[in-house]
């Protein structure tokens, strides 16, 4: 799996949009961009996961670059309960025996000021 | 929606103790795992599981076992309960074949072994 790099903390205000980058200049060309969370004391939960195209759910937007060595995780309106660990994974999408599992890295400490 | 739930959420054993640590997922899943937390260390896989009766063997298998006789539930046992099993538990989902390879997890279980 492509190694990430992420920001160790951020800060957005309440209402705001938070924009968390991620870094996988190594990407390959099918691996995939997955983001989960983290909030305290909780398991993580899956965000959003895309390849190429920019994504949006309920939750959030994935903007992926053209080169698709970076990518954004866009939260709209953010609020204090979106303060958590925001992970990047890049990864194969086929769960291939023996290569499911995830690999988190540090992450990013975002916390949503009032 | 989506439902991962982990039997216990604070657990404390004394050290020797056998130590059951059961999940079950409503969303027949084929694939279940089993992480442990750790500060500094990130998520390490320890076991996981792609259909029933059959288990592998992820990156820190020693003093653990598991267990799946129905697809829903995959229970973690420490045979002997140590110090340094000391941990946060998380128990996922995925489902196994399709492109999207997304885990669930459950809230988690915080143990002490003392």
Not at chain 1, 37 to 55: A, C, D, T, V, W
Request: net charge neutral; glycine share 6%; aromatic share 10%.
């Amino acid at each position: 799996d492509a190694k990430t790099t992420q920001p160790p903390s951020m800060d957005c205000a309440e209402g705001r949009a938070a924009n968390l980058p991620c870094n996988h200049s190594t990407i390959s060309g099918n691996e995939y961009v997955y983001w989960y969370r983290q909030i305290h004391s909780q398991g993580p939960q899956y965000i959003i996961h895309g390849l190429k195209n920019n994504e949006t759910n309920e939750m959030a937007s994935l903007i992926i670059t053209e080169d698709r060595k970076s990518s954004t995780l866009i939260l709209p309106h953010a609020t204090l309960r979106d303060t958590a660990v925001y992970y990047c994974i890049v990864r194969v999408a086929e769960a291939n025996f023996g290569n499911e599992k995830l690999t988190f890295g540090t992450g990013t400490r975002l916390t949503i000021i009032p | 929606d989506v439902k991962v739930t982990q039997s216990s959420r604070y657990l404390v054993k004394r050290t020797g103790e056998k130590v059951f640590l059961e999940c079950v997922q409503d969303m027949d899943h084929e694939n279940m795992f089993w992480y442990r937390q750790d500060p500094g260390l990130g998520l390490r896989l320890i076991y996981f599981s792609y259909d029933v009766k059959m288990k592998e063997k992820g990156d820190i298998p020693e003093g653990y076992s598991v267990s799946r006789e129905k697809k829903e539930r995959f229970s973690l046992i420490l045979e002997s309960a140590s110090t340094n099993q000391t941990s946060m538990y998380l128990c996922a989902s995925s489902l196994l074949g399709l492109p999207k390879n997304i885990q669930y997890f459950g809230a988690g279980t915080r143990l002490s072994v003392l």
